[in-house]
């Protein structure tokens, strides 16, 4: 039997609103479950003093992602760790005193959750859970904030368990905004120039003598130099005060034992140099720096290049 096609359209249009919904309420659901155990898990991880790396596997690996993002773009220092990393023992290099491991569980990671238990209790690492309310709480961690068992068995509504830890992550990124004397929404009595943003990279980026850049007329010599004093970074190219390009420790290693030292810089740069503006947020920045590949952006005032902004500027609180 053939459908009409109008009956078949709003058919289509009834299941989508009604996902939707499902999502909606399920959102409605955990702003409910909210309660003062949230807040003292947001005032315990206000405490950590360096980076706060976020772990998750299967679907919690993109909100591990996703959360580590939004907390480094809004002044949080923050970075999602593989679990790879935890499998290949390098997890162990990366922490530092005063970081914290943030880890993201849907109840069935076993090995891999003794493993990171493992890892942070070896180097001192404060470790601190998002996860379902069944299930017994592993003692090893700081905190534990424990959500509906509803958002992970509910098979009328797929996906919810990790759209509401998604919604979860911006409620912490918010709670420690204010922790910092911040807002992301302005006041009326803000007057508009108050705190209540994400930051800007002319608040973090490298500038004046830590500003890697060379004349035209310059030979590779002095832009390897340049490398190496100020790496990681890119070495920009400037004529009569502008950015015409740039050159970093991936074009040298492309030359290999070809590099001619004492040729001009000009003839080897890329063009053009990755760039953004000024006013740009620190989202944007990491945003780019993972799409260009980049592993430094020149901030320009105006084609000027008055800045340099890397992936570990991003992390500087």
Same mark, same amino acid.
């Given at each position: 039997?053939?459908?009409?096609?109008?009956?078949?359209? /709003?058919?289509?249009?009834?299941? %989508?609103?009604? +996902?939707?919904?499902?999502?909606?309420?399920?959102?409605? $659901?955990?702003?409910?479950?909210?309660?003062?155990?949230?807040?003292?898990?947001?005032?315990?991880?206000?405490?950590?003093?360096?980076?706060?790396?976020?772990?998750?596997?299967?679907?919690?690996?993109? =909100?591990?992602?996703?959360?580590?993002?939004?907390?480094?773009?809004?002044?949080?220092?923050?970075?999602?760790?593989?679990?790879?990393?935890?499998?290949?023992? @390098?997890?162990?290099?990366?922490?530092?005193?005063?970081?914290?491991?943030?880890?993201?569980?849907?109840?069935?990671?076993?090995?891999?959750?003794?493993?990171?238990?493992?890892?942070? @209790?070896? /180097?001192?690492?404060?470790?601190?859970?998002?996860?379902?309310?069944?299930?017994?709480?592993?003692?090893?961690?700081?905190?534990?904030?424990?959500?509906?068992?509803?958002?992970?068995? @509910?098979?009328? &509504?797929?996906?919810?368990?990790?759209? +509401?830890?998604?919604?979860?992550?911006?409620?912490?990124?918010? %709670? $420690?905004?204010?922790?910092?004397?911040?807002?992301? !929404?302005?006041?009326?009595?803000?007057?508009?120039?108050?705190?209540?943003?994400?930051?800007?990279?002319?608040?973090?980026?490298?500038?004046?003598?830590?500003?890697?850049?060379?004349?035209?007329?310059? &030979?590779?010599?002095?832009? /390897?130099?340049?490398?190496?004093?100020?790496?990681?970074? #890119? +070495?920009?190219?400037?004529?009569?005060? /502008?950015?015409?390009?740039?050159?970093?420790?991936?074009?040298?290693?492309?030359?290999?034992?070809? !590099?001619?030292?004492? #040729?001009?810089? +000009?003839? !080897?740069?890329?063009?053009?140099?990755?760039?953004?503006?000024?006013?740009?947020? &620190?989202?944007?920045?990491?945003?780019?720096?993972?799409?260009?590949?980049?592993?430094?952006?020149? !901030?320009?005032?105006?084609?000027?290049? =008055?800045?340099?902004?890397?992936?570990?500027?991003? $992390?500087?609180?």
């Amino acid at each position: 039997m053939n459908i009409p096609a109008d009956v078949q359209n /709003r058919r289509e249009l009834g299941v %989508a609103a009604n +996902v939707v919904r499902m999502r909606a309420q399920a959102l409605n $659901l955990l702003a409910g479950t909210l309660d003062k155990t949230f807040v003292e898990f947001v005032n315990v991880l206000s405490e950590v003093k360096g980076r706060i790396f976020t772990v998750g596997t299967g679907t919690n690996e993109f =909100v591990a992602r996703y959360v580590a993002w939004l907390f480094a773009s809004s002044g949080t220092p923050s970075l999602f760790v593989s679990p790879e990393a935890f499998w290949d023992n @390098s997890a162990n290099y990366i922490f530092m005193p005063g970081d914290a491991v943030l880890f993201f569980s849907g109840g069935e990671e076993g090995y891999f959750l003794d493993e990171v238990i493992l890892r942070a @209790s070896c /180097r001192e690492i404060p470790l601190f859970m998002i996860t379902k309310a069944e299930g017994a709480s592993p003692e090893s961690f700081r905190r534990i904030l424990k959500l509906p068992q509803a958002f992970f068995s @509910s098979p009328e &509504v797929p996906f919810a368990s990790s759209l +509401v830890q998604i919604a979860l992550g911006d409620a912490l990124a918010m %709670a $420690l905004l204010r922790h910092r004397g911040s807002n992301i !929404v302005e006041s009326p009595e803000a007057g508009g120039g108050g705190g209540g943003r994400f930051r800007l990279v002319s608040e973090i980026m490298r500038k004046g003598t830590e500003l890697p850049l060379l004349k035209a007329d310059a &030979v590779l010599s002095q832009a /390897r130099t340049l490398l190496r004093k100020h790496a990681p970074c #890119a +070495v920009g190219i400037v004529k009569k005060d /502008r950015l015409i390009g740039a050159i970093t420790d991936a074009d040298f290693r492309r030359m290999g034992s070809r !590099v001619e030292l004492e #040729a001009p810089v +000009v003839k !080897v740069m890329r063009v053009p140099a990755a760039t953004l503006r000024e006013d740009s947020s &620190v989202a944007e920045a990491l945003r780019l720096l993972r799409e260009s590949r980049a592993p430094a952006l020149f !901030v320009l005032r105006e084609r000027r290049p =008055v800045g340099l902004v890397g992936p570990y500027d991003c $992390l500087k609180v």
